[in-house]
């Protein structure tokens, strides 16, 4: 019986220190994807794409390579079957990939969920949680115009995903913007 209970003893133990490990998950914007050198935008509110800058934005940062981050952002589904998602791209504004100008990779992240996911549309705000890599890989997407390859810089594996009401640092398109309308309402 002593031998239970010291069993009963180390589970509880790693219950607990799994328990505090969830405490060490660092909040991140989408600025702390790309180096501090690099440039937000050329131009005052426009999004950053990869075309406008000298490396396309495929410099990663590194720093939070491994660690266990909260990221929010809109999601646009790459596997799926109706509603359940079991890959998508995390991006940090609505349109971004398939109605604007792709963002460079060090502003796309691969995620796939810890388990399928229940979507209802396409850059349905989320925010991810898990170990943050990264890693240049193509996803295909199947967009209304075509077929389009687009590149991300990180990837989330196993990822904690819950629906959210804003993305504390998304960018609002321009007024003058043809694609605005994917401005999601503020209550």
């Not at 328990?19 to 937000?40: C, M, N, Y």
């Not at 240049?136 to 967009?143: C, N, R």
């Amino acid at each position: 019986m002593t031998h239970f209970k010291s069993i009963l003893a180390l589970a509880a133990a790693l219950a607990l220190s799994t328990a505090g490990a969830s405490a060490e998950t660092t909040h991140i914007f989408w600025k702390d994807l790309r180096p501090v050198t690099q440039a937000v935008a050329e131009d005052a509110g426009l999004p950053m794409i990869a075309a406008k800058l000298p490396d396309h934005g495929e410099t990663l940062s590194v720093a939070l390579q491994g660690k266990t981050i909260q990221l929010a952002g809109y999601a646009l589904p790459v596997d799926r079957d109706g509603d359940l998602v079991y890959q998508f791209l995390l991006v940090p504004w609505t349109g971004a990939c398939s109605h604007m100008p792709t963002p460079p990779p060090n502003q796309i992240v691969l995620v796939t969920p810890a388990r399928p996911y229940k979507m209802s549309e396409a850059y349905q705000p989320v925010a991810v949680a898990g170990a943050l890599n990264p890693e240049m890989e193509k996803s295909q997407l199947f967009i209304l115009d075509g077929v389009s390859v687009i590149q991300s810089g990180y990837a989330v594996r196993k990822a904690d995903v819950k629906a959210v009401d804003t993305v504390p640092d998304s960018i609002v398109l321009p007024v003058n913007s043809p694609w605005s309308f994917l401005n999601k309402k503020k209550n």
